[in-house]
């Protein structure tokens, strides 16, 4: 990993590091890889004016995205090129080895940007992970998804921990109840019972979210996507347990944007997505799932054994600088080594940029912006930072078989345990100096309020002290109930992506930031085809179905900037399959009921107000 302080910190009788290079467990052999390219299905034509010579393709950008349309575009026969700023593939997905701490023939401990999570609602990327081969699982990658059993919102200020089980969630309706009965059933259980809200608030917040469900589009886009989700959700007049849980919880903890700001629309709709997953429809698989090793083991690594396999080129060390536009077209990429500052052009015959938006927007020339004024409406878009720190633990913490949502730290705090999802690996055997058990892994998505410890908001805090005050964030959610769960001593070293740098200085920066969804991103994103019709746009910031920052919305991105590139070479090959979140047809009637009382002005019929 290029940057970032090498050596390690000490505290509390502990010790962490920073960077890594990429960890390639497990990876398919070529061999194997181009065995797969044949038993894939995939048309490779591509067709028309390329029949006499492979078309080539810059994907600028090796994270979910790039990596997602390189796989589209080589297994449709395309000559892909991937470059990438960093000196490892993955992105934010990525893990990452902490120099200095593999011994004794181990591997080094495995850090991470931010942990990840696959819902079960997720339907295109898991596609893709069932076609990157990997040794002695028949669905490929996919089969290093397992389940979580339930997730544990802890409270401090004595208040009762909360702990949602899946397999009580997850228990079947009744055949013959309609998806209607079944909705209020499961929202008004969860919600009196899991949650211990007045009955008055759950019962509102049902209503809430049932408005949603049955609105129109026309009324998502225009209204619901105009309302602050605070606002949607009348956060202002109820409790405090209600503000928590419902409204910051729900938006700071899990999509990084504030709720008095976060789009009702984007919130709803994921809200949406996990109902209609525990309930079993249209989903892929259950709610919570993890990958059972490292994310570079377990996935990016063996991705790009398959990629190379099928002629796939990877320049690492290679930042975009900028989209050299003349003619109409684009007619090459502006590169620089971050390493020697050294500069190059490459070309191709059409460029899909895949990059993050912050580090897009500032490849686009004016003379491009004027060729498409759309991007410049990508200036409007909102990152922020969501950043993890792996705490590294002496002894096993089984605090819960799933994730930790702690609603009520300042920095909402989240983490989930993740040896005991690292399936075949023995965690002092394998990894570190033999003396780490397990890892703590955590996210602050808030770093703009003051902490416990210090009273400063993390970007106000050094390095030492951002990881001092999640560690007592922690400890206070964790061990307010006479039961010590967390222990100093336990504490064995700690690790945070070096792409944050500055810390406790004048301009902290953060290289891999997080778009998040004030009201009204839902106009300024673009679409996949620009007005150049060499150039594509791929990217969680890409106008999609799921509309939120996800891997699921960067891999729907890609293929929607693959299947535009296709119909622009007039290619025959087959066109990639995007799926849509599920609708339940069942709704149908309300929801056209509902457009028709939007076209007159009327609220929805279920809007109590």
């Given at each position: 990993m290029a940057g970032g302080d090498r050596t390690r910190r000490h505290f509390l009788g502990t010790a962490g590091g920073a960077g890594g290079a990429l960890a390639l467990g497990g990876a398919a052999s070529g061999a194997a890889a181009a065995d797969r390219t044949a038993t894939t299905g995939r048309a490779t034509a591509t067709g028309g004016a390329a029949a006499d010579r492979r078309r080539t393709v810059a994907v600028l950008g090796g994270g979910v995205s790039g990596l997602s349309a390189a796989h589209e575009l080589a297994e449709r026969g395309f000559a892909v090129t991937v470059y990438e700023r960093l000196p490892a593939l993955g992105g934010k997905a990525r893990s990452m080895d902490v120099p200095g701490t593999g011994t004794g023939g181990r591997r080094p401990l495995p850090g991470e940007h931010g942990f990840r999570f696959f819902p079960g609602f997720y339907r295109n990327l898991?596609?893709?992970?069932?076609?990157?081969?990997?040794?002695?699982?028949?669905?490929?990658?996919?089969?290093?998804?397992?389940?979580?059993?339930?997730?544990?919102?802890?409270?401090?200020?004595?208040?009762?921990?909360?702990?949602?089980?899946?397999?009580?969630?997850?228990?079947?309706?009744?055949?013959?109840?309609?998806?209607?009965?079944?909705?209020?059933?499961?929202?008004?259980?969860?919600?009196?019972?899991?949650?211990?809200?007045?009955?008055?608030?759950?019962?509102?917040?049902?209503?809430?979210?049932?408005?949603?469900?049955?609105?129109?589009?026309?009324?998502?886009?225009?209204?619901?996507?105009?309302?602050?989700?605070?606002?949607?959700?009348?956060?202002?007049?109820?409790?405090?347990?209600?503000?928590?849980?419902?409204?910051?919880?729900?938006?700071?903890?899990?999509?990084?944007?504030?709720?008095?700001?976060?789009?009702?629309?984007?919130?709803?709709?994921?809200?949406?997505?996990?109902?209609y997953n525990i309930l079993g429809r249209g989903a892929d698989g259950q709610p919570d799932r993890v990958l059972n090793a490292p994310t570079s083991e377990a996935w990016i690594g063996p991705w790009e054994a398959y990629l190379r396999g099928l002629g796939v080129r990877f320049r690492l060390g290679s930042e975009v600088t900028e989209l050299a536009y003349d003619g109409g077209r684009i007619t090459g990429v502006r590169l620089r080594d971050p390493a020697t500052g050294a500069a190059r052009v490459a070309t191709a015959d059409y460029y899909l940029s895949a990059l993050p938006v912050e580090h897009a927007r500032r490849t686009w020339g004016p003379a491009l912006r004027a060729a498409d004024p759309r991007l410049a409406r990508c200036d409007r878009l909102v990152t922020d930072w969501m950043v993890g720190v792996q705490f590294y633990l002496r002894r096993r913490m089984p605090l819960v078989h799933g994730h930790l949502d702690l609603v009520d730290t300042p920095w909402s705090v989240t983490g989930i345990g993740q040896?005991?999802?690292?399936?075949?690996?023995?965690?002092?055997?394998?990894?570190?100096?033999?003396?780490?058990?397990?890892?703590?892994?955590?996210?602050?998505?808030?770093?703009?309020?003051?902490?416990?410890?210090?009273?400063?908001?993390?970007?106000?805090?050094?390095?030492?002290?951002?990881?001092?005050?999640?560690?007592?964030?922690?400890?206070?959610?964790?061990?307010?109930?006479?039961?010590?769960?967390?222990?100093?001593?336990?504490?064995?070293?700690?690790?945070?992506?070096?792409?944050?740098?500055?810390?406790?200085?004048?301009?902290?920066?953060?290289?891999?930031?997080?778009?998040?969804?004030?009201?009204?991103?839902?106009?300024d994103r673009p679409p996949a085809a620009t007005a150049v019709p060499n150039l594509f746009l791929a990217g969680d910031y890409v106008a999609t179905d799921i509309?939120?920052?996800?891997?699921?919305?960067?891999?729907?991105?890609?293929?929607?900037?693959?299947?535009?590139?296709?119909?622009?070479?007039?290619?025959?090959?087959?066109?990639?399959?995007?799926?849509?979140?599920?609708?339940?047809?069942?709704?149908?009637?309300?929801?056209?009921?509902?457009?028709?009382?939007?076209?007159?002005?009327?609220?929805?019929?279920?809007?109590?107000?």
């Open positions: 898991p596609d893709t992970l069932r076609r990157i081969p990997f040794p002695g699982n028949p669905r490929g990658v996919h089969d290093n998804l397992v389940n979580s059993t339930e997730v544990l919102l802890p409270r401090n200020g004595h208040r009762p921990d909360l702990r949602f089980p899946f397999r009580t969630l997850l228990a079947p309706p009744d055949p013959g109840e309609l998806l209607p009965n079944a909705l209020v059933q499961l929202l008004a259980g969860v919600l009196d019972t899991a949650l211990r809200l007045p009955a008055t608030e759950t019962l509102y917040f049902a209503n809430r979210l049932l408005v949603h469900f049955t609105s129109c589009d026309a009324r998502r886009e225009q209204e619901w996507e105009r309302m602050p989700w605070w606002d949607f959700v009348r956060a202002e007049r109820m409790s405090y347990d209600y503000q928590r849980l419902l409204a910051v919880g729900i938006t700071r903890n899990i999509v990084a944007t504030k709720a008095e700001e976060a789009s009702t629309r984007t919130v709803a709709r994921i809200l949406q997505a996990f109902v040896g005991q999802f690292w399936r075949g690996r023995d965690f002092p055997a394998d990894y570190g100096d033999g003396q780490v058990a397990d890892c703590l892994s955590t996210i602050a998505s808030e770093w703009e309020k003051p902490g416990i410890l210090y009273a400063k908001p993390a970007k106000q805090c050094t390095r030492e002290q951002v990881v001092r005050e999640i560690w007592a964030q922690l400890k206070d959610c964790l061990n307010d109930t006479g039961q010590t769960v967390l222990r100093d001593t336990d504490l064995h070293s700690w690790f945070m992506d070096p792409a944050v740098q500055g810390l406790g200085g004048p301009s902290p920066t953060n290289s891999e930031q997080l778009l998040t969804h004030p009201t009204g991103t839902l106009y509309d939120l920052a996800t891997m699921e919305g960067a891999n729907e991105a890609a293929r929607r900037a693959v299947n535009a590139l296709l119909d622009a070479d007039g290619s025959a090959a087959e066109r990639c399959r995007v799926w849509p979140l599920y609708v339940p047809p069942e709704l149908e009637p309300l929801r056209r009921k509902d457009e028709i009382r939007y076209r007159l002005g009327l609220p929805n019929a279920l809007d109590v107000g």
